[in-house]
T-cell receptor, first 108, second 112 residues
């Protein structure tokens, strides 16, 4: 079993909707969690980091962390076609481990 | 401000050939990483260096070696390339282990 698991995707949402991306991890000792966005043919770019339980908001993005359930999610409000990309969850387990990514498509 | 620079951008090798992928960062970061990315597999860690002078295996180290030449540079070597090593390779760095990573632009490697 992979240490960091994401929705298999692809996920398709209409423009203006909320996109919900989920990630589970296996190491209960993990303390640092990140969401990266990757456009096709480009390198990953950091969009959110979260270190404590609860919600963290940054513009249209909200990261949610529940360490008891070993679950971290990313909500994208008012989704735009420019949000269409692959979203990668990453968990620090002594070293940074990535999930397989979820492809998001936002339809106009 | 170059950030993380990887060379080359593209490379085609024949099975059995060797090559070194170069990575340099100018942000005075302590930690450096090499990942490979294959379709549907996300990013898989090959090797990392938590600080100058140290290197550790990641999830998929077989067939690779690394050298942390100094604080700026972290190279990845394929001694005898195999078609299974066809992939996109990303180098990344961070100030310290728990910090977010800064990625290079990647090297697209094809082994025939």
């Amino acid at each position: 079993q992979k240490e960091v698991e994401q929705n298999s995707g692809p996920l398709s949402v209409p423009e203006g909707a909320i996109a919900s991306l989920n990630c589970t991890y296996s190491d209960r000792g993990s303390q640092s969690f990140f969401w990266y966005r990757q456009y096709s043919g480009k390198s990953p770019e950091l969009i959110m980091s979260i270190y404590s339980n609860g919600d963290k908001e940054d513009g249209r993005f909200t990261a949610q962390l529940n360490k008891a359930s070993q679950y971290v999610s990313l909500l994208i409000r008012d989704s735009q076609p420019s949000d269409s990309a692959t979203y990668l969850c990453a968990v620090m387990e002594g070293k940074l481990i990535f999930g397989q990514g979820t492809e998001l498509s936002v339809k106009p | 401000n170059a950030g993380v620079t990887q060379t080359p951008k593209f490379q085609v090798l024949k099975t059995g050939q060797s090559m070194t992928l170069q990575c340099a960062q100018d942000m005075n970061h302590n930690s450096m990483y090499w990942y490979r990315q294959d379709p549907g597999m996300g990013l898989r860690l090959i090797y990392y260096s938590a600080s100058e002078g140290t290197t550790d295996k990641g999830e998929v180290p077989n067939g690779y070696n690394v050298s942390r030449l100094n604080k700026r540079e972290f190279s990845l070597r394929l001694e005898s390339a195999a078609p299974s090593q066809t992939s996109v390779y990303f180098c990344a760095s961070s100030p310290q282990g728990a910090s977010p990573l800064h990625f290079g632009n990647g090297t697209r490697l094809t082994v025939t």
